[in-house]
């Protein structure tokens, strides 16, 4: 059975740094999309960021873009989101998650939705 | 300020249909397929709908959705208390090169 399993997240300042880790299991890992969807205390879902299958080709949400790194190690299973710069904005409940499809193109592959979630795991930004 | 809208709320006694709306634009629903996930507060969200209405396997006929332009819907037949929940659109945006979420909207079964 497929399955997601995070770790990391925490405490952070602002301006400050932190890793959110998500290690997969029971699907061929290699060939599907993975991304973080976050939401904030109070909010709706919130897309961050994805890792495309294969080629690793990678997206990510204008807030968050150039201060969010993802990354896959496929020797471990793991993708990983490395967040610097935080603010409190970025404070919420981090969700890791796979695409279903093994579509490598985004724009299709979106359509085909994230099947697999992981439990989420709570960052929080503090000034 | 989402690019989908979705209402924020939604009500029905159980045994009713309700439907839930997700209004777009042609740079996400007029050009690729939605997707609809439920959310139970403190629990991981879970695909309902993929290519704008096909269920995954193990998701009730009860759940069911089209796409027509630029928006999509969401409909629940045959309303249980375990519906209650958050609901979302999701959609591949041309735009801004990502997915995008509607903002949500919360189930109340009276």
């Known amino acids: 059975e497929p399955q997601l399993e995070q770790s990391g997240g925490g405490l952070a300042q602002t301006g400050g740094s932190l890793r959110l880790s998500c290690v997969a299991s029971?699907?061929?890992?290699?060939?599907?999309?993975m991304s973080w969807v976050r939401q904030a205390p109070g909010k709706g879902l919130e897309w961050v960021s994805t890792?495309?299958?294969?080629?690793?080709?990678?997206y990510y949400a204008d807030s968050v873009k150039g201060r969010f790194t993802i990354s896959r190690d496929t020797s471990k299973n793991t993708v990983e989101l490395l967040m610097n710069s935080l603010r409190v904005d970025d404070t919420g409940v981090y969700y890791c998650?796979?695409?279903?499809?093994?579509?490598?193109?985004?724009?299709?592959?979106?359509?085909?939705?994230?099947?697999?979630w992981g439990q989420g795991t709570t960052v929080t930004v503090s000034s | 300020q989402s690019l989908l809208s979705q209402p924020p709320s939604a009500s029905e006694t159980p045994g009713q249909r309700v439907s839930i709306s997700c209004s777009g634009s042609t740079s996400n629903i007029g050009s690729n397929s939605v997707t609809w996930y439920q959310h139970v507060p403190g629990a991981a969200p879970k695909l309902l709908i993929y290519n704008n209405r096909q269920r995954p396997s193990g998701v009730p006929e009860r759940f069911s959705a089209s796409k027509g332009g630029t928006s999509a819907s969401l409909a629940i037949s045959g309303l249980q208390s375990e519906d209650e929940a958050d609901y979302y659109c999701?959609?591949?945006?041309?735009?801004?090169?990502?997915?995008?979420f509607g903002g949500g909207t919360r189930l109340t079964v009276l």
């Open positions: 029971g699907f061929n890992f290699d060939s599907h999309g």
């Open positions: 890792i495309s299958g294969r080629h690793d080709n990678t």
């Open positions: 999701a959609v591949w945006d041309d735009s801004v090169n990502g997915r995008v």
């Open positions: 998650a796979k695409d279903s499809s093994e579509i490598v193109i985004m724009m299709y592959a979106s359509g085909y939705g994230m099947d697999v």
